[in-house]
């Protein structure tokens, strides 16, 4: 489980002038090369590796290299010595490297990369140094020193790769086509215009120098810029250092086995790197953030941090909550424990039982004989009982104990347990819904079975040949990248090199990520047609009410109720016998404060004025949440205010409490609630409406119309509010 050592990495790129010639509507071979170079970068970047990359440039009008003497290395140029990638490097590639007017040895090019990793690498500890070689081969070659190359990059270890415009085999009349796995899968992708003498014998000291450097695999590190290209399309995932999680498996007070646990599946998330910088100069340094506590009064008076308390909301009471209230109750460890409760038959445990954002693989101690083999012991005897271990863990003194399941895993090169969180009662969701064996309509004919079967298997994702043996996964999660990581990295190194541009569109990489496989779709038509006609899709439109010969015939004008139905008082709205019977109703709560005064200004003897304030006090208490679900709450109780006020003609105390409620837009920043009521028109009762009322109909538009325009110069308020309100749950 060791973290792969990082490299030391040369991209060796070829800008002599024959890099800059393309064909008529073609990018040149240098454009393509420098592509390639960007998506690996880009990679490296973006999965914070810790390999470290130079640069050298061969082709070049000037000379910069330690080998350089004479006639000797010459056009050869050290661009960038090793370091970390970074942006810089990038837009190096992009805008400074440009195609010169000279030429030089490919050869020479790699003497001198392997100079510079010799030099550059001592006293330093990389697990590999490696050089990436780019070039069209139209540049001259001497052979003369080739055995020498050969022999000191097998004693040194450095490997080699090269990445040509054209695959190896194209007219070269040769050759052994086994050698060039990568190129047969592009081979259509290129036109075969015939290779140039310069270019044909660089192709055969190329073959030469990867064939000796490893006669079986040596011509299969030889890639083409297209191949790369596709290859390199998606972003690197961030390396992650394994963390081993040292503890003890107990089994019983007796019973204790040194065990390490590894995370082996867990949700990547982005990593929260996003700042607050001054859109004009880009520094955080030039941006200060200052958080004032203000009490909700009119003055809004500061108070210091120090006289705030933290609470927990319970239904409309706020329950003060202390830190050191929050420190007692959390529950106390001893220390990190993953002890076995029990055992049980594997079979036991659901499939969708399974919880948590994490698998942890349990191995035994390194270095610890007796462990491995008690912990061998624990697991092949859970093996072949078919048994798994219910275990306690708690990861340390700070957190809260998980029950888990541990199953065994037995591979050729390991054997562990694979721990994953089981719930708790609260986590469980019981749902009940009726049997369909019960129901005839949906018991599905033998066709229709034998349909759906035949679709189940032509989407079958592993691919078998005649003889039943898999032979190809053709969707496999542990290579499928995340689509919403990749895209933000597109997006990230857009916005680095053109900060004033909009954003390029997805690639289509990325969004063929997820779709269904080629072959699988081109193999599931037939049967999909197949279940279309065996299961009928029919558009099922609103069904007719039924008319009596009474609603056909009867008189129009007529204004009386139906004699054949129930009278229903029309003042009655949406009041109703059944919702009397819900509870009996003593007061506007805050669950269906609508409702209740509704019903408490029909009681006899009820005081207009008193429930209305009692809705008035829960219409305040929606508003101070500042949330838009309260501000829609606050807007059905002031409608049926409204409704109220004029079947019982107590105009005036609607009129005065919406005046009340404008003076309040302004104080208390409810901009937002108020452009919801002019939206719905909710404003003052005119005569029109009642006659206890003076208001007539322009005042009212005007009583909405001035504040419209009063809200334009208020500042947007933020909505939010930490609101866990009890009517909530309920």
């Known amino acids: 489980m060791a973290r792969r050592g990082k490299a030391a990495i040369v991209l060796c790129l070829d800008v002599g002038f024959t890099m800059s010639n393309s064909a008529s509507g073609e990018e040149s071979s ?35 290299n330690d080998l350089a003497s004479g006639d000797q290395y010459q056009n050869i140029t050290v661009h960038r010595s090793l370091m970390l990638p970074d942006f810089d490097l990038l837009e190096d590639i992009q805008d400074v490297i440009k195609p010169d007017s000279e030429q030089a040895d490919f050869l020479d090019a790699i003497i001198v990369c392997m100079d510079l990793l010799q030099k550059e690498t001592i006293g330093k500890r990389y697990e ?23 022999a000191n990059l097998k004693k040194t270890g450095i490997s080699l790769q090269f990445f040509l415009p054209f695959p190896v085999d194209v007219d070269d009349g040769g050759g052994d086509t086994n050698a060039s796995v ?14 140039t003498e310069q270019q044909k014998e660089g192709i055969d000291v190329v073959r030469k120098l990867m064939h000796t450097l490893d006669e079986e695999a040596g011509l299969e590190e030889i890639y083409t810029f297209r191949e790369s290209l596709e290859r390199l399309s998606m972003f690197k995932k961030i390396e992650r250092r394994p963390m081993a999680w040292p503890c003890q498996l107990t089994i019983g007070s007796n019973l204790s086995i040194r065990i390490v646990a590894y995370k082996s599946v867990t949700e ?7 700042t607050v910088v001054d859109a004009k100069t880009l520094r955080k340094d030039d941006v200060q953030k200052e958080t004032v506590y203000c009490l909700n009064d009119d003055d809004e008076t500061e108070v210091q941090k120090d006289d705030t308390i933290q609470g927990f909301r319970y239904g409309s009471d706020i329950v003060p909550f202390s830190k050191e209230d929050e420190e007692q109750m959390k529950y106390k460890t001893e220390a990190k424990c993953f002890s076995v409760l029990g055992f049980s038959r594997s079979s036991q445990i659901q499939r969708h039982y399974y919880m948590g954002n994490q698998v942890l693989k349990v191995f035994a101690a390194k270095d610890d004989e007796n462990a491995a083999v008690a912990f061998s012991a624990l697991v092949h005897a859970l093996d072949e009982l078919k048994a798994v271990a219910i275990v306690r863990y708690v990861y340390d003194r700070r957190c809260n104990p998980q029950i888990g399941v541990a199953f065994p895993y037995i591979k050729d090169a390991y054997e562990c347990l694979i721990y994953v969180q089981l719930p708790y009662m609260e986590d469980l969701r019981q749902y009940i819904f009726s049997s369909l064996k019960n129901n005839k309509k949906c018991i599905p004919t033998a066709d229709q079975l034998s349909a759906v079967d035949s679709l189940i298997d032509s989407m079958n994702l592993i691919y ?45 990489h990325i969004l063929e990520m997820l779709e269904v496989p080629r072959v699988v779709k081109e193999r599931c038509q037939a049967p999909l047609e197949k279940v279309k006609a065996l299961f009928p899709l029919k558009e099922v439109g609103k069904k007719k009410e039924e008319k009596t010969a009474q609603d056909i015939f009867k008189d129009n004008s007529e204004d009386g109720p139906n004699p054949k139905k129930p009278k229903i008082d029309d003042e009655e709205g949406s009041f109703s016998i059944i919702k009397l019977a819900e509870g009996n109703v003593t007061s506007v709560g805050s669950v269906n ?39 829609m709450k606050g807007i059905s109780c002031i409608s049926v205010f409204r409704e109220e006020a004029i079947k019982l003609s107590k105009v005036q105390c609607f009129n005065d409490f919406l005046q009340a409620l404008k003076s309040k837009v302004v104080d208390k920043a409810l901009a937002d609630f108020w452009e919801i009521m002019i939206q719905d028109r909710i404003s003052l009762i005119t005569k029109d409406e009642a006659e206890g009322s003076l208001v007539t109909s322009e005042e009212a538009e005007k009583f909405l119309a001035s504040k419209e325009k009063k809200n334009e110069t208020l500042p947007p308020t933020d909505e939010g509010g930490d609101v866990d309100d009890l009517l909530d749950m309920m």
């Open 30 to 64: 240098l454009e393509q090369a420098k592509k390639v170079m960007t998506k690996f970068v880009q990679r490296q970047v973006f999965a914070e590796s810790k390999d470290e990359v130079a640069v050298v440039l061969f082709g070049t009008d000037g000379t910069r």
């Open 128 to 150: 590999k140094r490696h050089i990436e070689l780019f070039t069209d081969l139209s540049s001259p070659v001497s052979e003369d020193q080739l055995e020498i190359i050969i």
């Open 182 to 195: 990568h190129s047969q899968m592009h081979r259509h992708s290129f036109q075969r215009k015939g290779l």
């Open 268 to 274: 990547e998330k982005v990593k929260k790197i996003w």
């Open 464 to 508: 078998e040949d005649d003889d039943g043996e898999t032979f190809e996964d053709l969707f496999k999660p542990s290579k499928i990248s995340n689509p919403h990581f990749q895209r933000l990295y597109q997006c990230l190194q857009h916005k680095a090199f053109y900060p004033n541009e909009p954003l390029p569109p997805v690639e289509q």
């Open 593 to 631: 404060p609508a409702e209740d005064f509704r019903i408490l200004v029909r009681q006899k003897n009820a005081d207009f004025k008193d429930v209305s304030q009692q809705l008035i006090n829960r219409i305040d208490q929606f508003l101070e949440n500042k949330d838009s679900q309260y501000y």
